[in-house]
């Protein structure tokens, strides 16, 4: 029998963040230190491994550096404020700041607007590696800027399931220190 050990990412922030209009997505940005919500891992360091200092609400700060190659379960939270928007989205991407193995989107989905307040929940399953961080992000298509009121963004990383391989070759640039 493999033991498993489960490393643990769980980020909130109640601060509103503005997403403007335009077809990109931007990543859910989470402060550093007390204002974590609980990251005993170290998967959200304002020391990132490659040794940059990120401050929140840089683009870094959306990003979670998973501390173990495994088998990760995403999970997004996002609240929106009300808006003119047909369409919100969401979606989980390895290295969305193209930093170490190139920008790779996975798990993309297009919600509706329903009655009352727009409350979205994201989820998906992927091998995550330590050298490449993962973020969530989300756009949508109103026709000025709208606010996230809540967000939450949580990794659970599973190891001991299975072998885990490298990412291929073509995907791995520059080389982080390990952590």
Not at 100 to 115: I, L, Q, V
Request: net charge negative; with cysteine; hydrophobic share 35%.
């Amino acid at each position: 029998m493999v033991a498993m050990t489960l490393y643990v990412c769980s980020l909130k922030v109640t601060k509103a963040q503005t997403v403007p209009v335009d077809p990109d997505y931007h990543l859910v940005r989470f402060p550093y230190g007390a204002a974590e919500s609980w990251d005993p891992h170290n998967m959200h360091p304002a020391t990132q491994p490659d040794g940059t200092v990120s401050l929140h609400p840089d683009a870094r700060s959306g990003l979670i550096w998973p501390c173990v190659a495994g088998w990760a379960s995403l999970i997004g939270i996002v609240f929106w404020e009300a808006g003119q928007s047909s369409e919100y989205r969401g979606r989980f991407i390895r290295d969305p700041l193209s930093l170490t193995t190139g920008y790779d989107s996975t798990a993309t989905r297009d919600d509706a607007p329903t009655p009352g307040g727009q409350y979205k929940t994201y989820h998906h399953e992927m091998v995550v590696h330590p050298r490449t961080p993962v973020g969530f992000a989300v756009r949508h298509n109103a026709t000025s800027p709208l606010d996230i009121t809540l967000a939450e963004f949580k990794v659970a990383i599973e190891t001991g399931v299975a072998a885990i391989p490298e990412p291929p070759p073509y995907l791995v640039g520059r080389s982080l220190p390990d952590r």
